[in-house]
Nanobody, 115 residues
Framework: QVQLVESGGGLVQAGGSLRLSCVAS????????MGWYRQAPGQQRELVAV???????NYADSVKGRFTISRDTAKNTVYLQMNSLKPEDTAVYYC?????????WGQGTQVTVSS
């Protein structure tokens, strides 16, 4: 089992920045990829960014050039640096970790961007 704990959400004005962190614990050796999804009110959960153990990175088109995902394997932590935030980035951000057999989710952290 893998447990994920996110931190770093909050309220920020448009144009501002936030950095999300997600720490994994448990059977972390089984993790292949980590990343972030988000879900806005009334919307489906959508991919934000993912990074694999091999360093492959995928971003949603809506965040390319503004968000940066990184991973510290030694600390079992994945980060999401979010710059130039827009009101449409407002959502609950969920950390994920993929093993060979299942996907794990964190509890989510709220990001609110005011205009």
């Amino acid at each position: 089992q893998v447990q994920l704990v996110e931190s770093g959400g909050g309220l920020v004005q448009a144009g501002g920045s936030l950095r999300l962190s997600c720490v994994a614990s448990g059977t972390t050796f089984s993790i292949n990829a980590m990343g972030w999804y988000r879900q806005a009110p009334g919307q489906q959960r959508e991919l934000v960014a993912v990074i694999t153990s091999g360093g492959y990175i995928n971003y949603a088109d809506s965040v390319k050039g503004r968000f940066t995902i990184s991973r510290d394997t030694a600390k079992n932590t994945v980060y999401l640096q979010m710059n130039s935030l827009k009101p449409e980035d407002t959502a609950v951000y969920y950390c994920l970790a993929d093993s060979r057999v299942r996907r794990y989710w964190g509890q989510g952290t709220q990001v609110t961007v005011s205009s």
